[in-house]
């Protein structure tokens, strides 16, 4: 079966400091695997995905993943956080037919 | 163009009550997806249907829940005799083939 976990939570940076979210996947078959995000009282929104492709790959607003099967990791980053990356952030991985399981969610906070 | 639309946007029913919630898809996509996001469990998948095939329920969490799909497009999930542990956001999503979801906003579901 398929899972992700997210390592944290709750993240809170500064604004323009890097940003890193953790994710680790367990997939027993080469997984798709996605960032997605959701801004208060919006829906989801796709940053990325990985779909055994490039191992770095890059998505919308300067955020970038990169896939690790050593380490079954697709942790997020982006180099400099803006205020408006506030939000909450799903690491999902595709399952047969395509049915999306998602982490837990970490909340990203910006602080001025 | 258009994306994934839902209604209503936000319900308040009495428990024991009936509700629909209604998806609109993608012009064009062949799968569309129920998930359901709550305080106590995350996201999590609740059916799918592809195309003419017959639909995976396998996450409905009841036979309370049931869902169809007309002419391949338009769906509504239903709910029989609301439980407050029904309170949640149903999101919907849709694709037209590969992995990428897309969602709609969300219907708000509140049972009193």
């Known amino acids: 079966a398929q899972s992700v976990t997210q390592l944290d939570s709750h993240v809170s940076v500064s604004e323009g400091t890097p940003v890193l979210l953790r994710c680790n996947y367990s997939?027993?078959?080469?997984?798709?695997l996605f960032w997605y995000v959701q801004h208060p009282n919006k829906g989801l929104q796709l940053l990325l995905k990985?779909?055994?492709?490039?191992?770095l790959v890059k998505g919308i607003n300067g955020f970038e993943a990169e896939f690790k099967k050593s380490e079954t990791s697709f942790h997020l980053t982006k180099p400099s956080a803006h205020m408006s990356d506030a939000a909450e952030y799903f690491c999902?991985?595709?399952?047969?037919?395509?049915?999306?399981?998602f982490g837990q969610g970490t909340r990203l906070t910006i602080n001025p | 163009g258009a994306g994934v639309s839902q209604s209503p946007s936000n319900k308040v029913t009495e428990k024991g009550k009936d509700v629909e919630l209604r998806c609109d898809p993608i012009?064009?996509?062949?799968?569309l997806y129920w998930y359901r996001q709550s305080l106590g469990q995350g996201l999590e998948f609740l059916i799918y249907?592809?195309?003419?095939?017959?639909?995976?329920k396998s996450g409905l969490p009841s036979d309370r829940f049931s869902a169809e799909r007309t002419g391949g497009s338009v769906s509504t999930l239903t709910i029989q005799r609301t439980q407050q542990e029904d309170s949640a956001v149903y999101l919907c999503?849709?694709?037209?083939?590969?992995?990428?979801?897309?969602f709609g906003p969300g219907t708000r579901l509140t049972v009193l």
């Open positions: 999503a849709s694709t037209y083939s590969g992995d990428t979801q897309y």
């Open positions: 997939s027993s078959y080469s997984p798709s």
């Open positions: 990985y779909t055994s492709a490039a191992t």
């Open positions: 999902v991985v595709s399952a047969r037919a395509q049915k999306l399981v």
């Open positions: 012009s064009g996509h062949t799968a």
């Open positions: 249907f592809q195309g003419n095939s017959a639909p995976d």
